[in-house]
């Protein structure tokens, strides 16, 4: 003959139950949260990438991409690189941006507004060549955010265009949200 069955402690039974349902709630509720934030960043992401593709595309306006193609290594201390410097910063302060670099097809720096000597490659630029070759073939374009040494970061390109309708030049907006 089988023992007699304990039968079950109300009490332990219930705080089983109890700590069961806190436990699923707060799985549900991690669950929940990490959605909103996903849809939260992405929505941000993008809405930080359509203003800094605005601010590069005005920026780009009224730049003449001949003088700028025509600017050498050396030509830094000359008074229209200096004004087109001077009028990058004024736009990159105004609307809160890191940095305006102007880059050549190579993803070379000629000009920026701090940071970049001329000719130097442009990091922001290297890493995102798909958003920059879509710049050189006339669109806007701006790039996921990214991380760099524990620093999040956004860019924007958009291309200058010469007399002729032709993209001679791209300028980069970097702006760390």
Request: hydrophobic letters at 45%; charged letters at 20%.
């Amino acid at each position: 003959m089988r023992p007699p069955v304990k039968p079950a402690n109300p009490r332990r039974s219930g705080l089983i139950i109890a700590v069961s349902f806190a436990f699923a709630f707060l799985v549900l509720w991690v669950l929940v949260l990490r959605i909103i934030y996903g849809r939260v960043f992405n929505d941000l992401d993008a809405e930080l990438g359509n203003r800094l593709k605005s601010v590069a595309a005005t920026a780009s306006e009224g730049i003449d991409a001949a003088s700028i193609t025509a600017l050498l290594p050396g030509d830094e201390s000359k008074p229209g690189y200096m004004e087109l410097k001077s009028r990058l910063g004024r736009i990159a302060r105004l609307n809160g941006l890191g940095r305006l670099s102007i880059i050549d097809a190579q993803n070379r720096n000629i000009v920026s507004t701090h940071g970049y000597t001329m000719g130097e490659k442009v990091p922001s630029a290297e890493a995102d060549l798909n958003r920059v070759t879509e710049a050189w073939s006339g669109t806007a374009a701006s790039s996921r955010v990214y991380e760099i040494s524990g620093a999040w970061f956004k860019s924007a390109y958009a291309p200058i265009y010469d007399k002729s309708g032709v993209p001679s030049a791209v300028i980069c907006a970097d702006a760390a949200p």
